[in-house]
């Protein structure tokens, strides 16, 4: 057994029930037996390559150490995986706890949810989405997010063990300002400084930079009765008491700091006469925060100073937004509460997306997903876009309207002629009465009656048929002629009025009453005549 320090490059991703590790392989000690290559991968993603690559390099190989980079936050730490009876075990990673031994490492715990009232933070960075998952042992710091507004419910600081967060997770209680001041809910906490600064810590602390004054204000409704200040500072000595201005000495009942001392710091609670309270957790720290520098372009900063308390707000100029905090406050860690935001060229979600667009039959004419830019749309043959045919993208970052949608283009049932009907040829584009472009119909007459017009008409793209629908005229058919004589006029079809002149031929003559005539319903008044030997008459 021999250690060897081979470079060997690549990115390593293992998955294993204990955590995700995005790794880079540091080194590998060999052995004679032999374990299949680890799983690996490129990452995040396996890759065939990846296994090909290192099957031969690992074949002799016992333990493979490698830098994980453990946690939402990407710490980083030295941990491995051993080749055990022919199986990776592992990973092990180091724990600085213990002397840098390696332990397995234990099970991770997920955030599923995080209710909108609570502002979750994790090693001083604030979490805003749920789904993160944070390793063993980590521990949260969750607060309500409207301090003294809500009075949370439940542990602060849940932590990870094993895969089960130790409590669960707490929950923000509406007080009296929001149930309308009833007896049963907590009293709201109004936070006043009117001189000197503050800033609220990630674990629901007050921090108050000294000398700043401090209005603690319990709102209960005074008919109701007095409720009762507390505090934990052993020294404080602090004015209480109901609201002096006609407008607030009914439901402010205040407790004021002046001038604050580090050693104000400490709970402060008001308990109603029921005996239901919320407290806020003051800390005083002379705190100052570093400068901020702002070094990326466009970014324009308003700085209260770097004080505990002070604020630090960013702006971007137009067609910009800011990436990141746009509010940051200098916080009691001596940090400031986000890191410095960048500006980001506006960008409205790209449509050109290698699926294409999920609107069938819509297509891009044009697209610029700049702020400013457009989308222009076009259908596909046999459709017609509803809607605008073009959106812009606006400076929140978000198209001016949905995209429009592309209808198929229907001609409505052709009208059928009196006496005439269809030949239904092409039922196949028909759509619940209406006819796809494309669609060909074809009419035709019933018994004495004659097409007149089109006999076949196309329903084009503007959704109007070619032609307007053909007429079924009544006509008399062409009787033949008589024998021994001819007939006059001769056509294929009579229209109504028209009258038969009969020649006979010489010396036969028609029996005739009267002169056969075309009906309006297409029938003959009377029957062809015969021509019959004038003898024989
Ligand atoms: C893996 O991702 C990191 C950061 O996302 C990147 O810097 C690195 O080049 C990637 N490595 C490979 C092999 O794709
Ligand atoms: C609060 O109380 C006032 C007066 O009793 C009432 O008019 C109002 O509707 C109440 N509001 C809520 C949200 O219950
Ligand atoms: C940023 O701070 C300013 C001044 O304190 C405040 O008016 C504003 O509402 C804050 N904006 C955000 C997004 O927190
Ligand atoms: C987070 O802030 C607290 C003070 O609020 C500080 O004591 C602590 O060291 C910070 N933690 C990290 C990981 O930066
Ligand atoms: C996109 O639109 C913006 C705003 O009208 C314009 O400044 C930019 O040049 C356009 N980009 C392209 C590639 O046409
Ligand atoms: C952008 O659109 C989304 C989804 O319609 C909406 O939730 C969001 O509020 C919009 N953003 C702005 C800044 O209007
Ligand atoms: C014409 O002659 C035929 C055969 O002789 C006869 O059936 C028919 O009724 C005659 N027509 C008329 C109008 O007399
Ligand atoms: C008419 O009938 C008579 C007698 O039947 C006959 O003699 C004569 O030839 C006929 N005429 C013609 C033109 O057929």
């Excluded at 799983?39 to 099957?55: C, H, K, S």
């Excluded at 390793?135 to 542990?155: S, V």
């Excluded at 070094?295 to 990141?324: D, W, Y």
């Excluded at 949905?402 to 283009?409: E, R």
């Amino acid at each position: 057994m021999f250690a060897v320090n081979k470079s060997v490059l690549i990115a390593v991703l293992l998955h294993s029930c204990f955590a995700t590790i995005y790794a880079r392989v540091i080194q590998e000690e060999t052995s004679s037996d032999a374990c299949p290559p680890p799983q690996l991968a490129f990452n995040g993603t396996e890759t065939e390559q990846g296994e090909v690559r290192i099957r031969k390099d690992y074949t002799h190989i016992r333990e493979v150490k490698f830098s994980g980079s453990i946690g939402p936050l990407g710490e980083k730490r030295l941990c491995k995986i051993k080749c055990i009876g022919g199986q990776w075990v592992g990973p092990l990673c180091v724990d600085n706890h213990d002397n840098g031994r390696f332990h397995p490492l234990f099970r991770s715990c997920k955030l599923e949810y995080i209710n909108p009232h609570l502002v979750v933070t994790f090693r001083n960075v604030s979490i805003q989405t749920a789904g993160w998952v944070f390793p063993h042992e980590a521990k949260l710091q969750i607060r309500c997010r409207e301090l003294g507004l809500y009075k949370l419910l439940g542990t602060a600081s849940p932590r990870c063990q094993n895969g089960v967060w130790s409590a669960r997770l707490p929950s923000c209680v509406p007080t009296t300002l929001l149930t309308n001041f009833t007896e049963d809910a907590p009293p709201t906490l109004l936070i006043r400084i009117p001189s000197g600064s503050a800033s609220v810590e990630p674990g629901g602390e007050l921090a108050v930079f000294p000398g700043s004054t401090v209005h603690l204000e319990c709102l209960f409704s005074r008919r109701l009765g007095s409720p009762d200040w507390t505090w934990t500072s052993p020294l404080g000595q602090y004015l209480t008491g109901w609201a002096i201005a006609a407008e607030e000495r009914d439901w402010k009942y205040r407790l004021s700091i002046y001038y604050v001392k580090p050693q104000d710091s400490g709970t402060f609670t008001c308990a109603t006469p029921r005996g239901i309270t919320n407290s806020l957790t003051l800390q005083v720290a002379a705190v100052h925060c570093d400068p901020i520098s702002v070094s990326g372009p466009h970014l324009t900063i308003r700085v209260e100073g770097t004080r505990l308390g002070h604020t630090a707000i960013f702006q971007c100029p137009m067609g910009f937004k800011v990436n990141g905090a746009a509010n940051l406050t200098c916080q009691a860690s001596g940090k400031w509460s986000a890191p410095v935001p960048t500006c980001e060229l506006v960008k409205c979600e790209s449509l050109d997306t290698p699926g294409g667009l999920y609107e069938p039959h819509l297509h891009l004419e044009e697209h610029n997903n700049s702020y400013g830019g457009r989308a222009i749309f076009s259908c596909a043959w046999g459709y017609r876009l509803m809607g605008p045919p073009g959106i812009e993208c606006e400076l929140n970052g978000n198209w001016s309207g949905p995209l429009p949608k592309c209808v198929p283009i229907q001609c409505p049932p052709p009208v059928i002629p009196v006496n005439g009907h269809l030949i239904q040829s092409e039922a196949a584009g028909m759509d619940g009465g209406r006819y796809a472009v494309g669609s060909l119909v074809q009419f035709a007459c019933r018994g004495a009656h004659q097409l007149e017009g089109e006999a076949s008409i196309i329903c084009t793209e503007t959704g109007f048929w070619s032609h307007p629908p053909p007429f079924c005229k009544p006509r008399c058919p062409y009787l033949g002629e008589p024998d021994n004589g001819l007939v006059a006029p001769t056509k294929f079809a009579y229209e109504p009025g028209d009258e038969l002149q009969i020649t006979c031929s010489p010396g036969f003559e028609a029996r005739l009453e009267a002169r056969p005539k075309c009906l309006p319903d297409g029938r003959w008044s009377a029957p062809l005549p015969n021509c019959t030997n004038y003898s024989e008459i």
